[in-house]
């Protein structure tokens, strides 16, 4: 099967999706051991970053499974 720009842009689409959850998953440390960061626990964390990642990973496997077709010219 020959791949397409159509399903190689996707690919990278879905790519920087779950790498901006990533980033909306990382932070939230405490740099004193004896504080607790309640920021830990946020609803960007908990509930928005993994949203964002599944729908990259979604994004791929449409990619990946997607049969797409180039214009004939």
Known sequence: MA???KGIKMMI???LV???G???LS??????PNFFNEA???WRRLVAAPIVIVAGIVVEV???M???KEKEK
């Open 3 to 5: 791949t397409t720009t």
């Open 13 to 15: 689409a879905g790519l």
């Open 18 to 20: 779950m790498v901006s």
């Open 22 to 24: 990533f980033l909306l």
């Open 27 to 32: 932070g939230g440390g405490s740099q004193d």
């Open 40 to 42: 830990m626990f946020d």
């Open 62 to 64: 449409i990619a990946i």
């Open 66 to 68: 997607g049969n797409f």
